[in-house]
């Protein structure tokens, strides 16, 4: 089994700064890339980030690319995504997701997930 918990949500002013983190556990021998996604009310949960396992590559939807980075510390089994100039429509719940594949940005191809934190951006 893999565990994922992920952390720093929180209400944040248009234009600033939140990092959050995910703390990956179990059998994360079988875990190669891992990813960022996001889902608003009412609407689907959309991609944001993807890293492989070395993070050696990474990629990020349009909306956030420049703004967002990912990132990953194996040693600590810890995930982050560092969000910069964040806007109004960046609010939604942010999960973490795990992946055997080596890359990928489709929520498919995900099996493991967080039980997501809320970012909130105010205008």
């Known amino acids: 089994q893999v565990q994922l918990v992920e952390s720093g949500g929180g209400l944040v002013q248009a234009g600033g700064s939140l990092r959050l983190s995910c703390a990956v556990s179990g059998s994360i021998f079988s875990i190669n890339a891992m990813g960022w996604f996001r889902q608003a009310p009412g609407k689907d949960r959309e991609f944001v980030a993807t890293?492989?396992?070395?993070?050696?590559?990474?990629d990020y939807a349009d909306s956030v690319k420049g703004r967002f980075t990912i990132s990953r510390d194996n040693a600590k089994n810890t995930v982050y995504l560092q969000m910069s100039s964040l806007k109004p429509e960046d609010t939604a719940v942010y999960y973490c997701?795990?992946?055997?594949?080596?890359?990928?940005?489709?929520?498919?191809?995900?099996?493991?997930w967080g039980q997501g934190t809320q970012v909130t951006v105010s205008s």
């Open positions: 997701a795990a992946t055997p594949y080596i890359y990928s940005s489709r929520t498919q191809a995900y099996d493991y």
């Open positions: 890293i492989s396992r070395t993070g050696s590559s990474t």
